[in-house]
């Protein structure tokens, strides 16, 4: 029998009369035209699945087009069931937004009048405020005409605008301080989307701000700039440029002056073209500014439209004020600071730019053609391009200082004590003996005392240090048991044999997890930026030449793979690398070795991909004998992580030997050639120490301590502490909760060609251990709130008084804490998603997300709360009431 398919009258629609047509014998023979009968398309088709399927998706391609399909007489006969669209796993959340006016409005999202900007979205309980916007040529056209190397560039005056705007937004208008770090590159007929995000208020209230944008066809998030909004100062301005020109001022020409920024590689187009007159006097510049009639209507629904901002500017390099830079190097805005915008949606403006002291450092006070103020910039830095491409390489680029305690006496806690003795065994087997020892001692059954794990050397702590390298693996691991069981365990590092328990007793008065004592002095580990590139060998694109080079060959481990293969590409591309040595567990038989081979061949290089096994010292050293080298780049390493409650001696081993073993090995064969670089690919997780990386963080504070020996001995070597690669390395071996777990630590993903910008700083740099690594500032300022902010990020954000815990013991209270920070953990959109009575296993819990979990109640609580909390209580009511109990029994610990 064959079916009756009916269309609407919609249909009508349809002029070109394009339908489904279907031969006398009932097979679907494709698209026709036929004209409409009493406004009704009549199709018929035989009950075969392959026809049946055919015709259905030719009638959904015309509903899609708007015409109304009758499909309820369609599937009257046709054998048919509804099913539900499948959702997010265990959770009913879609992927996508309801195309309605409730999207600027609802579910969170605000809309924002701003040209650059479409909405805000404020972060429930945190005080977090996230603006997004997009940017692209069809929306703004007017940035076509701000140019740098024949592309378009967002000027660095739209990134103060979008910062200033988000302070409006969270009642902190001036902007303190913004650091450019990275230029927002916008592709012809491409897209960037923003995201200006601004943390919760300190306790003088200020927020942090950070700028992100990405590609619209790209995964990554890049930082451009980040900085500090603060609250506005109670102070009128204290300028007015009502009298202008200023009387006997030098008239500068500045018929040329666009004409000249061009040659040198800054093209501005009509838009950005607002220099209409300069002067001189004493030591000062005043410029006239005024953007073109056709953007007038746009100025009005800015702050200060960028364009005019980036103007003022235009002025300085005429002025003579600063030194001559050199060919193709322009200075441009690098930092802005003590910005305050008085008057919004001017079109035309009267400047004044002062040198505020530090070549490239000037102040400007901003007014209107009647002279009244509109804006001030207290000070803005200028540096020459390429220098601040160096600049903005080492906001990403950091390094661990030890700095004095900020506490010291005595306390009479009590505490129990392990002694980490020195070992003369050979360095793989010393590792060993010492993790091994230390692993039994932190799996011990936990008493209500902390454990201070001794050791001696294990930090390189003061200048000319030589480090133990077995008892900084143990640092490694015990950071790690830190970030598990905050508050359990306590490293202390001594410069003598003897000590007695005031030592122990004063360090712990510090309140610090990590402690080294030098000379008497009480010295806590602090991470900081590299403020400006201090280089021991000639830099990438210095006269000299490159650290890498086209005479001799470089070894790079894991060399097939991961970032082995990332920067194997670099050293050929960047570094003119000509001839390669990859070694490997497969060399040439490894996924995509021999694409990899081919392509580098084809780049001008000699390539060997290499079966070696880089943990075996024979057979490393015959590779190594093979070749004469000129470099190693150690890339290679496993991962096998766990909480240390699971780790056992045979996954250390697993994860030592191809990094740790390996490197050393690496280290004795390497040690009489003359090497241009050694470089070892260390790990984040060994400085600041991550849950469910014992073993992995052990293998690399050994890496970090390696590289601080040799420099020690006068051999080259630098240890790159990385954060998280957005691709490469290990980020392939994460799941989506790793990564959220991660970004919620503070880590985001390093886009890969950030992180080869930071090789290239880092290879040459003075010192032996640096740390290449993305920071979510906001999250990490919100870990700083609530009181977990692990303590070697101090010196990077401000962190609130403490007060004592004040937790209700009010079930009902208890429950919704319980079941928020569960939502959080497992990134759940709202709480409704933790169900009460649900085990947390159901729910998605794992052993790491545990750890988390347990960390935030007892930082909430003020509680220490057990390793085995969600296996002793596994539902959210259990935990609940357990916790009830325990404050209810005074055991709240005072903070």
Known sequence: MREAVRFADGVAACQAGVFVEVGPDGVLTGLAQQSVQDGVFVATARKDRDEVRALVEALGRLHTHGVMVDWDTYFASVPAKHIEL???????????????????????????????????????????????????????????????????????????????????????????????????????????????????????????????????????????????????????????????????????????????LTAIGMEYGETFQCLQAAWRQDGTVYAEIALPEQSGADARRFGLHPALLDASLHAIPMAGFLPEAEPGRPYIPFAWNDVTLYAEGATALRVRITPAGGTGVFGLAVADTAGTAVAEVGSLILRPRSADQSATRNNSLFQLDWVQAGRTGQTDLSYALLDVP???????????????????????????????????????????????????????????????????????????????????????????PQVAVRAGQFLVPRLSRVA?????????????????????????TGGTGGLGAVVARHLVTAHGVRHLLLASRRGAEAPGAAELVAELTELGASVRAAVCDVGDREDLARLVASVPLAGVVHTAGVLDDGIVGSLTPERFDAVLRPKADAAWYLHE???????????????????????????????????????????????PATSLAWGLWASGGMAGDLTESDLHRLERGGITPLPV???????????????????????????LQAQAHAGTLPAALRGLIRVPARRASTTATDPTDLLRLVRTQAAMVLGFSDTEAVESAKRFQELGFDSLTAVEFRNQLSTATGLRLPATLIFDYPTAEAVADYLAAELAGGQVSQA
Request: aromatic residues 4%; hydrophobic residues 45%.
């Open 86 to 260: 499948p959702t997010y796993a265990f959770q009913r959340r879609r992927y996508w937004l309801d195309a309605t006016a409730e999207v600027a409005s609802g579910g969170g999202l605000v809309a924002v009048d701003h040209p650059l900007l479409t909405a805000v979205v404020p972060a429930p309980g945190s005080g977090t405020l996230t603006l997004i916007g997009r940017l692209s040529l069809s929306a703004q056209p007017w940035l076509a005409d701000h140019l740098v190397d024949g592309q378009v560039v967002v000027p660095g005056a739209a990134q103060v605008e979008l910062a200033i705007r988000a302070g409006d937004e969270t009642g902190c208008p001036v902007l303190d301080e913004l650091t450019l770090q990275s230029p927002m590159v916008l592709a012809a007929g491409g897209s960037l989307q923003l995201q200006v995000v601004v943390a919760g208020a300190d306790d003088s209230g200020r927020r942090q701000v950070t700028i992100h944008s990405r590609a619209g066809d790209a995964t990554d998030w890049r930082q451009n700039a980040q900085g500090v909004l603060a609250p506005a100062a109670a102070v009128a301005p204290a300028f007015d440029l009502a009298q202008w020109p200023p009387p006997g001022a030098e008239v500068l020409d500045v018929d040329g002056v666009y004409a000249d």
């Open 669 to 715: 064969l390497t040690r009489e050639m003359d090497l241009s670089a050694f470089v070892l690919f260390s790990s984040l997780s060994g400085v600041l120490g991550s849950a469910g990386q014992g073993n992995y963080a052990a293998a690399n504070t050994f890496l970090d301590a390696l590289a601080e020996r040799r420099r020690a001995q006068g051999l």
């Open 532 to 556: 400006e590139r201090a280089v021991v060998g000639p830099a990438l694109s210095g006269d000299a030449g490159p650290v890498f080079g086209p005479e001799g060959t470089v070894l790079v």
């Open 422 to 512: 020195s070992d003369d065994a050979p360095v793989p087997e010393a590792i060993r003996r010492a993790t091994n020892a230390v692993l039994a001692a932190l799996q011990a059954e936990p008493g209500a005392s902390p454990l201070v794990i001794v050791t001696r050397g294990a930090v390189v702590a003061v200048a000319d240090e030589v480090p133990d390298l077995a008892q900084a693996a143990v640092w490694g691991l015990v950071r790690a048991a830190q970030a598990e069981q905050p508050g359990r365990f306590v490293l202390l590092d001594l410069d003598t044999e003897p000590f007695d328990e005031g030592t122990v007793g004063r360090a712990l008065a510090t309140g610090e």
């Open 753 to 779: 060609d950030d992180g080869l910008d930071l090789f290239d700083v880092a290879i040459d740099h003075e010192h032996a251990v640096l740390v290449p690594a993305s920071l979510n500032l906001p999250a």
